[in-house]
């Protein structure tokens, strides 16, 4: 059995909240001892059980003393007197001393604080279109990303406190955290290449009949069928579509080139497609603007006719299989692709179990979610165990690490190095976290990329921040020559890559011991667990795990399964995961220094699990579940009024009482009534709101670099001693640090142009020069 990371690290948890609770369980599954309070003759229920996992639970007061612990996890104001060695973990709602959402309670409903991030609005792809602005989600969003956000910082302060011996104190803001999971849904850019901008895919697209739109849009409303059908013509490739034993399956080709020209191959239906007009030419060369609408190598931009060609053909053709017997085909031939199932089914899936991402607990009857992320140095992990029990506090085995002189690092993780070799979401935003963290991240994009401009250009305004931008073509001896130069003097690499993608980009553990035997290498995968499973190499995207897992049969009506958010959800999560695999990776490695370095890893099926942490045992009723969910119950929902709509933590259904008045006045008419509410706001409307009006947990600001402007959050998700830690600069445009990079690493002026004429290097954007 492996060591896991945080063995000796002690931890005494006293916080009710969620976010509290869920980074203690993240401690606790990678070896942390953590000490909860609970009464003698405490029955848990089934959250109870799952948050309480691994821990051990003493008799109330015995924690009153918290002298010996490393870490120490608190809501809101609580006093604790800190040792210099010890680190305070803070949950609140909002940062403290913000003086507009400063009186929402550490522990507030999460209700509240998803209405004001925008998850009861944003996370449905069509639904204002067909009369439902407003859909009720049951997931806890902002506490998940909170717990993960604070377990990440608070590993990052272990990291440093092995430099300098002193702990710090870190807040977790629920806010915040939900601020973090929807960066791409608020993003703004300005001054990107003209062929490089991204398609509008906020609205209904141009060039169709208005009165044919309004009545398919009515009909969608009532009709699942006909929302299904709009839904695959809208995005053909990445749609579920019936399958010959009545249930769903879904490919996901529409972001990649090569993945779109197997997927429509695989389906007999490539040829075709050129045939009815339809090209496959590079979206990165300018003089190719002229094929957007048309252009299967950017798909997300095509056209409505050709996305109606789509659709149409595609429905005929996975009408002839069975939806596993689709999952199965496509996925070996290297298509993301799932067969839609239940969170239920997901539950009892045997691949899923066999991975651990489903796990037994001993000393439980039910399975729950397993862990999170793994390392290979901690394998093989022990099984998980139910809560155990003592009558007090131990004594601890070993002292506090001695203090120093030294003075703790602003941005806990400066001094590391970290290679980005990501795409999309998760990954590259796990590359943002460590950059915000302090570390130095070196982004090496491929000279000849195949996911879409929106994916490599566009969301690296949020995503790229502080990291230093390189093209290089590491199918080239000089290339792979220069990746390797600048993997030698790094901590950690990391990508979203299968394992034979690893091995063939030469970052395998066999070659990355020869390169550097102390690395560690973080991977981020669609379908891993910490054991294996037959999914191991089937590729993935965030929605196809949505697909999987259940939650697109959680939010759409019945035969119309449906995205929870495109952009959020679960990739920001996966990429967050991986910082944390990482993290953890680190400090074990700072600890042991036996010079070996590490392979931590997370997936999309793991986080999108996460996201459904409170429904393992019992389901949402049905007010929270599909199209039309309100809430939790008939009084805690959402209302409509005049001019918008609200949330409202009511004791029975005030919608009558709340009809006729505006926001604002029902606002007002509730708080006279001693009744929680917010206003339900849109991802947009609360950037511009605090774009327009700052506050400490919410500051939409403007960044730019070189005539590349981008608008977005600032990352109060990390707040060390009081201090948020801001932006670490402005992204760089694509590609733009390579002479610096190259200089850094020896080579001359003249030696970058040979390299950048020879194609070794690309240039900034792939623009040719």
């Known amino acids: 059995m492996g060591t896991l990371p945080y063995n000796n690290i002690r931890i005494i948890e006293l916080s009710n909240t969620l976010a509290g609770r869920l980074a203690g369980l993240l401690f606790a599954d990678q070896g942390a001892e953590v000490f909860i309070e609970r009464p003698a003759d405490y029955t848990p229920d089934e959250h109870e059980e799952y948050f309480d996992r691994n821990k051990i639970a003493v008799l109330p007061g015995s924690l009153q003393d918290t002298s010996t612990a490393d870490i120490i996890i608190v809501d809101g104001a609580a006093e604790i007197d800190r040792l210099p060695q010890q680190i305070i973990l803070r949950i609140t709602a909002a940062l403290p001393g913000d003086e507009i959402y400063g009186d929402l309670k550490a522990d507030c409903s999460e209700d509240l604080l998803n209405a004001l991030v925008g998850f009861f609005t944003n996370m449905a792809t069509v639904g204002k279109f067909v009369g439902r602005p407003v859909i009720y989600t049951p997931l806890p969003l902002c506490s998940v990303y909170a717990g993960v956000n604070g377990a990440i910082a608070t590993g990052a302060a272990l990291v440093d406190r092995t430099r300098c011996g002193k702990g710090r104190e870190v807040t977790s803001s629920r806010i915040a955290g939900g601020l973090s999971a929807i960066g791409a849904l608020a993003l703004i850019t300005k001054g990107e290449p003209e062929h490089l901008k991204p398609a509008d895919l906020t609205g209904l697209p141009d060039g169709v009949n208005k009165e044919a739109v309004k009545k398919l849009l009515q009909e969608a409303a009532v009709n699942p069928a006909r929302q299904l059908w709009l839904e695959q013509r809208l995005i053909p490739l990445d749609a579920p579509y019936k399958t010959s034993d009545n249930r769903f399956a879904m490919g996901i080709a529409g972001v990649n080139r090569r993945i779109a020209h197997r ?371 008939e009084g805690e929902r959402w209302y409509k009024l005049t001019d918008g709509f609200i949330f409202a933590l009511g004791k029975h259904d005030l919608s009558e009482e709340l009809a006729t008045l505006t926001v604002a006045q029902g606002l007002n008419h509730l708080q006279e009534q001693n009744i929680q509410a917010v206003p339900v706001q849109t991802c947009q409307e609360l950037a511009q709101r605090h774009q327009d009006t700052p506050c400490k947990t919410v500051t939409f600001e403007q960044r730019e670099r070189d005539g590349w402007e981008s608008h977005n959050f600032s990352p109060t998700w990390f707040v060390f001693d009081g201090e948020c830690v801001g932006c670490p600069g402005a992204a760089a445009r694509i590609g733009s640090d390579a002479p610096a990079i190259l200089k850094g690493l020896g080579y001359s002026g003249e030696d970058v142009k040979r390299l950048i004429a020879d194609g070794v290097v690309g240039p900034t954007e792939w623009v040719p020069v």
Request: net charge negative; aromatic share 6%.
């Open 263 to 633: 997927f429509l191959t695989a389906l007999g239906l490539w040829d075709e497609a050129l045939a009815a007009g339809m090209v496959d030419v590079d979206p990165y060369d300018p003089k190719n603007i002229q094929y957007k609408g048309r252009n299967l190598a950017d798909a997300g931009s095509m056209d409505v006719k050709n996305n109606v060609w789509l659709a149409d053909k595609i429905s005929e053709v996975m009408a002839t299989k069975t939806a596993r017997e689709w999952e199965k085909e496509l996925c070996e031939a290297g298509i993301p692709a799932v067969e839609i199932c239940s969170f239920e089914e997901w539950m009892e899936d045997k691949e899923a179990r066999a991975a651990r991402l489903v796990a037994h607990v001993n000393g439980l009857e039910k399975a729950q979610l397993g862990r999170v992320a793994w390392l290979d140095s901690a394998q093989p992990y022990a099984d998980l165990e139910a809560c155990k029990t003592l009558d007090s506090l131990p004594g601890r085995t070993g002292a506090l690490p001695a203090a120093t002189d030294k003075s703790v690092a602003k941005r806990p993780l400066e001094g590391f190095v970290l290679v980005d070799f990501a795409n999309v979401i998760a990954g590259p935003n796990c590359g943002r976290m460590f950059s915000e963290l302090g570390a130095t991240v070196y982004k090496i994009d491929p000279m000849h990329p195949l996911h879409a401009p929106v994916i490599m250009v566009s969301w690296a305004a949020e995503h790229g921040v502080g990291k230093h931008s390189i093209i290089l073509d590491m199918h080239t001896d000089e290339g792979k020559d220069i990746m390797n130069k600048i993997v030698a003097k790094a901590d950690l690499v990391m990508a979203n890559k299968r394992d034979n993608q690893f091995v063939r980009m030469g970052l395998g553990r066999e070659a990355l011991d020869k390169i550097n035997p102390n690395i560690i290498a973080v991977q981020l995968t669609g379908h891993k667990g910490e054991r294996p499973s037959a999914r191991d190499n089937y590729p993935g995207y965030d929605p196809a795990l949505q697909g999987i897992t259940g939650l697109m049969h959680r939010f759409g009506p019945e035969g119309c399964p449906t995205f929870h958010g495109v952009a959020s959800c679960v990739d920001y999560l996966c990429g967050y995961l991986g910082c944390w695999a990482g993290v953890s990776a680190l400090f074990a490695r700072e600890m042991r220094k036996d010079g070996k370095g590490d392979w931590a890893g997370t997936s999309l099926a793991a986080a999108a699990s996460l996201t459904q942490l409170l429904m393992q045992q019992t389901p949402a009723p049905p007010s929270a579940t599909g199209p039309d969910a309100t809430g939790m119950n």
